[in-house]
């Protein structure tokens, strides 16, 4: 079969820009439910997109962490991403549950959340996880698997769960939405868009967009 020939039709729910409720963020929240009790694979799972040095796109797949006035995510400053958003503080975010035919799309200003708040995160993860953060330059350039596995080994005998510390260079960010589009797929490509956009006076205009 032919990759232009795979196709599916969506038909398991609708959308309509009276159902959804004033905040976007609210919106999604309520949609995260769902996804979650749908048992959705990788439901955190978000393309994070940011804009490089030359000004080319860049994205990757990261975990969402938390929502409250945005959306949170956790990753080394001195990553690829790390390094573009310090220098252009904008990206956009993609959800995509196909097992509820829905995908969200964000676009916003990121900064990075408090020392604090990174603390909490990181010391509630696995002690491996807050190993493999100090084992691993993110995005730079490595002579082979060895090198990893080597440094994890020796932070292991240098490290325990009382002694470790976040490193200076990890830690969070929050995306705060300017827009916000949640897309529900219906039959015949005909599919329902809902456009949350912040206007000047920090409410919310919703709108709806032909697919």
């Known amino acids: 079969m032919k990759i232009a020939d795979l196709r599916i039709d969506y038909t ?16 999604f929240k309520i949609w995260m439910d769902e996804a979650i009790k749908a048992k959705v694979i990788e ?9 490089r040095e030359d000004g080319m796109p ?4 990261v975990l969402l962490k938390g929502v409250d006035s945005g959306f949170v995510f956790f990753t ?5 991403k790390g390094e573009e958003l310090a220098e252009r503080p904008y990206a956009a975010l993609t959800f995509f549950w196909p097992e509820l035919e ?6 916003g200003n990121v900064s990075k959340i408090s020392s604090q708040e990174s603390d909490e995160y990181f010391f509630s993860r696995p002690f491996s996880s807050q190993i493999g953060a100090w084992a691993s330059p993110q995005s ?11 440094n994890e080994a020796r932070l292991r005998d240098e490290l325990t769960k009382e002694s470790i510390k976040r490193p200076e260079t990890w830690g969070g960010y929050r995306l705060i939405p300017m827009e916000v589009e949640f897309w529900q797929g219906r039959p015949s490509r005909l599919h329902d ?13 919703i709108a709806r967009l032909a697919p």
């Not at 398991?12 to 919106?27: A, N």
């Not at 955190?44 to 940011?50: G, R």
């Not at 730079?140 to 596995?149: G, Y």
């Open 193 to 205: 868009r809902i456009l949350y956009a912040k206007k000047e006076d920090e409410k919310w205009e």
């Open 76 to 80: 080394n400053y001195k990553s690829q």
């Open 58 to 61: 860049n994205s990757r797949i």
């Open 12 to 27: 398991l729910k609708s959308l309509d820009e009276t159902e959804v409720v004033l905040s976007p963020i609210e919106q």
């Open 43 to 51: 439901v955190n799972a978000m393309n994070l997109s940011t804009i």
């Open 140 to 150: 730079k350039p490595i002579p082979d698997r060895s090198f990893l596995e080597k």
């Open 102 to 107: 829905r995908q969200v799309r964000v676009i």
